[in-house]
């Protein structure tokens, strides 16, 4: 009796922190973000050189109480949920954990609540919340093109790599050196910085033939930038198509590519 | 009688600044906009200092001008419209109304003629004057895939949101709050600037590790920037797409969107 | 027999001057070519301080030079043509004639021959040299893709354009006319400067309200520049299907979709 | 018995080094991997002036040991290969050749050895080594879309460079040679450093009318991005359907190369 009095209790407790399709739930997810980015605006403000002065004691004070907040929420997890080893190990769980664990560090550390902005990884349990179906569909469809353009994406990125070590080591050399080039890792820096057309400027050829080198470098950029976005634009296009339509062929004449809402075959006329 | 009389001089009023297909009504379209690209330029020179100093007067007596003509074409507009609640709550009109206010507003407050340039928003009505149906066609076009990109683009810009947090907060204890990067907002607001690849230069790194973790960061960038793209090529090709599609309807059951090679309907076999 | 001695002189210094195909024709396009670039990089050299100091005697004597030997061919040009009047209307015409006034015009206004560095759009000429039939396909396919996105363009310009404007006076007012936002038309400067993601530096926010607006205009050129990309990549999978694609329909079952080389039917194995 | 032994002897050589499927072949790319990446670690190291100054004796003796153990694997390479001829011809060879040369070319001329970053290009091998089958298609299927891609894009390339040219010029005469716009190869570089949006802001407009044609040259810029950035999607895109397309020849003529959804051979009418 008194067992199974637990398990509802746990059950409880686990709809209320684990789902959100119940009215409590619901309200409990809401809350928690609201924690969320109260926590996380208070970690960024006390980094604020006049406002720390000002209100450091409230900050330091609000951040222990979240902390503390947090580590009730986290020790409640671990409680109801079936399997709290599962949980530690998985993203969120690791992600609750880290959210926690840099403010007891300060005790012993001093700066490790700096890392207290991981918490904005907590913010990503927001699609959890807004658990509209839609949504989620759209996530998926972005992720499947995603993770099938990383491998094309990452042989692209070793070719940049070697290409930037390159181009940063000849740089080094054209301008000896010199003007910010001071070292072929600084001229490497300076080749990634041109290549992905950020640009700051904090160091820019000087000499004229590094000028004519840079600008056959950002040319060569131009061609370079349009290679991931093409990759992930295809891998994209391929996902919609495959989702717009069936997967099955037509019974009677065998042909594919129907659309997904089509009743009968568009070349036979028979029922699909 | 006079109420016939009436009606017809407000009908007539409605034609001409509402319509653009007569000739008094595109007359007044045109005169419209050189009076708003005209209103635009003085606002915009009179913030300009030694423009300012030369002529400010003239410009002051020439704000009130167009100021009050505009807001004799908003009385008018209100009269001549059937509904004037339901104009005054419109886009254009709410727009028509915040490009008079600024300059009432500015006899109690100084400063707030500044938000005349809102009256630039005044412009878009340049594609009613010019109501050439392929201009409508193809802003018809970039509209649907535009908003049909918002939803899978905000969901991106999320995540965008939550790395920049991430990644700035890891610049802020990297470069250890100095050469700018002096608090977690200032260094977000470093991270947004090399994400979108714009690198103002205000800020960049100077410490051998944050130059390394600011590369990093800028690939990262590289294959970022690529999403949003392939977001809305893809909504646009599938846009197109469906342009190509047969526009004649099932000649049994009325429905239309069959492919271009279909030879029966998708949805009731019949022979289309 | 005068007259037809003057028609085949002419004929013939037309094959030289206007055609490629013969061995003499080729030989003058390519001498032609070659004074080109020595005559653009003579202005240029000329335009380097410690050139024009050094050699400016010699630059000033070999502009003459090239301009008297492009005037010469003007004149042969103007000769040999049937209708001089549509050769000097056409396109290829005002920039062989622009590209000797300016030398003329320096006598009287110092300076004026810095325009020569027009004579770069004679460089187009290397097309019309290299013929070779695919580079024209290749071109022609690039001119089609762009000029049908050019409208979708415009619209989006326009749009952007609105969108500056806008921008750039938040900007001004919330930055209060400082730090480089001296004016509506210097904030406008800057909006563009940021939203195409170029990025100076050489104008950027200060105030910490105008940091986080100057992130949100940053975050919305994002989703901004994948626009005009957007267009022109649709534009161009359109162009490239439509290439790939016979534009006739099978005899027998009436559809279409046929591949470029395809001889039977896909569909009813009918001849084409 | 002698030249056979050598013969195996050889042979085994050639397995070890040019192979990667037995045991020995893939620990000697391993170990020469490490190797490389070593290197060019200690050359990186050399150049940073702090780094040289206490570690320079160590650095000048590990780089001779590296040029040694390269050039004793370049000879092995040799003495095995089949045809030293055509090793030293191809790419990796010139590149194996070019990754020892620097070190005793230093001795002669001091500064040389700072061209052993060309070794980076010897990080190209780890494709080799990973070996996998799908990181192979991968990269042919990059290797294609962008091999068919570089005919449009050079011409647009030359498009762009005459671009530069006169844009760069209006600038220089707009600016009056003041500002950084000093010349005209000054000026092209700050037009090539705009239109790709770059934007160092070493040089950037500073009169009202430079910061006019700088905006309208940026606008530009925005539509002239999108165009390599189509090509390459839209060549992605080809490569990918002509991957999806049926992977059988047809049974009669025996040519591939048939639409997913065909029936019939388009070449000689048979069923496929």
């Known amino acids: 009796m008194a067992a199974n009095e637990e398990r509802t209790w746990k059950a409880r407790l686990h709809e209320i922190i684990f789902e959100s399709n119940t009215k409590a739930g619901r309200l409990f997810d809401i809350a928690l973000l609201v924690a969320i980015v109260a926590s996380i605006v208070i970690v960024m403000a006390d980094s604020v050189a006049t406002l720390h002065l000002q209100h450091g004691q409230l900050f330091y004070r609000l951040e222990w109480a979240f902390t503390i907040l947090f580590t009730i ?50 913010l ?102 349009a290679v991931p976005t093409g990759i992930v634009t295809t891998e994209m296009a391929m996902a919609a198509r495959s989702k717009l339509q069936k997967h099955e062929a037509c019974p009677n004449c065998g042909r594919e590519g129907h659309d997904d809402d089509a009743v009968f075959c568009k070349y036979c006329s028979s029922r699909l």
Chains 1, 2, 3, 4 share one sequence.
């Not at 840099?102 to 907590?122: D, H």
């Not at 050399?173 to 400027?201: C, K, M």
Request: hydrophobic residues 55%; aromatic residues 14%; glycine residues 8%.
């Open 124 to 225: 990503l349990r927001i699609f959890r919340i807004f658990k509209l179906s839609y949504f989620i569909a759209e996530m998926k469809f972005l992720g499947v093109a995603i993770s099938s353009s990383l491998r094309k994406i990452s042989i692209f990125m070793f070719f940049v790599f070697t290409l930037v070590i390159i181009l940063g080591s000849v740089m080094y050399l054209v301008e000896r050196g010199q003007n910010g080039f001071s070292s072929i890792p600084d001229s490497i820096y300076w080749a990634i910085v041109t290549i992905t057309t950020v640009g700051y400027g904090d160091i820019s050829p000087v000499t004229p033939l590094g000028k004519f080198v840079a600008s056959i470098i950002m040319l060569l950029g131009y061609g370079i930038i």
């Open 73 to 122: 929420e986290f020790i409640l997890r671990l409680i109801s949920v079936k399997s709290p080893a599962h949980y530690l190990a998985s993203f969120l769980g690791i992600i609750d954990l880290l959210s926690i664990v840099p403010t007891y560090l300060s005790v012993f550390y001093i700066g490790a609540q700096s890392l207290l902005v991981l918490r904005a990884l907590r």
